[in-house]
Structures are given as C-alpha cells and as structure tokens.
C-alpha cells in the first residue's frame, strides 16, 4: 500500500473515531504535499518518494518548533505536546534512522577514511559521513563528528 492510500484509509479512520489530532497531523502532511506539488518546476511523480520527503521535511520543522516551545516551560506546552504527537505519529511514515551506535561506528571510519584530523573542517567530514548513506539524522552525524575531532566549533565547510 501506498504512504497515500495509508494516509487516506488513517484519515478516514482518525475521522470515524474523531481523533482530531490523528487527523490534523494527516491534514497537515496532505497540506505540505499539495504545495510540493504546485511548487513551480515541479514534474515529478507523486509517489511514495515525494511523500517521504514531504514528511522529513515537515517533521524536521516541527521538532524545531518544539524545540522552540519546550524552552516557553507553560506557555508553551501544549503546543510542544500536540508536535510531539504529529513527530510520533508521522515517524511511522519515514524510513528509520541508523542508530546512535552505528552512526558512531560510520563517523568513525570516514574519519580514519579520510584522515581527518582536529585542524580538519567539520563540514567536510559531516558531508563525507552523510554521502556515505542515506538513513543518516544529520544532527546525530554532526554532534558525533564534534566529539570525534574534539571541537564544539561551527562547521568550517
């Protein structure tokens, strides 16, 4: 089945048991690939491909807007708790991610790969870690280069 017709069968089920924030984070993905779509120069196929990109990028920009509302303590609660459950919910949709364990093993070698060393640019191993495969969370790769080459500077590259 296609992540289409999942979200449209969940839609009508988060419908039937009027389960409102199922049904908005699916509203809000459904929302985000229309704009994809009517994006100018878009001719691509609308596939299973276009909706996983449009669900990384929509919850890559929530888990910042939480981020944002968490440090609001009260105030800010309530929203930070309702994208959690759209950043759960939606996660189900993306592929997942190479564990911390593993990534770390990845850095690792592309490091000794490449002999980077401490007066390497971090930006040119985080792109050598994050062309090396696709299932990579590009915050995890960047915390774990830093803390490989010893620095906590911004990247260079």
């Known amino acids: 089945m296609t992540i289409e017709a999942q979200l449209?069968?969940?839609q009508i089920t988060a419908m039937k048991a009027r389960d409102t924030a199922r049904?908005?984070?699916?509203r809000s993905v459904q929302a985000e690939v229309a704009m994809a779509k009517s994006a100018p120069?878009?001719?691509g196929d609308v596939g299973d491909a276009l909706y996983t990109k449009t669900i990384a990028t929509y919850v890559k920009r929530i888990t910042k807007s939480k981020a944002e509302y968490d440090t609001m303590g009260e105030k800010g609660a309530e929203h930070s708790a309702k994208l959690a459950?759209?950043?759960d919910y939606l996660s189900?949709?993306?592929?997942?991610?190479?564990d911390e364990e593993a990534t770390k093993v990845l850095v690792d070698q592309t490091i000794a790969g490449i002999g980077a060393g401490a007066d390497t640019p971090i930006g040119?191993?985080?792109g050598a870690v994050m062309r090396s495969r696709q299932d990579l969370d590009g915050a995890l790769v960047?915390?774990?280069?830093r803390e490989?080459?010893?620095?906590s500077l911004t990247p260079d590259a």
């Open 8 to 10: 449209r069968e969940d």
């Open 23 to 26: 049904l908005n984070a699916i």
């Open 41 to 43: 120069g878009f001719s």
């Open 85 to 87: 459950f759209e950043i």
């Open 92 to 98: 189900r949709y993306l592929p997942t991610a190479l």
């Open 124 to 126: 040119q191993v985080i």
């Open 142 to 145: 960047n915390r774990l280069v």
């Open 148 to 151: 490989a080459l010893g620095s």
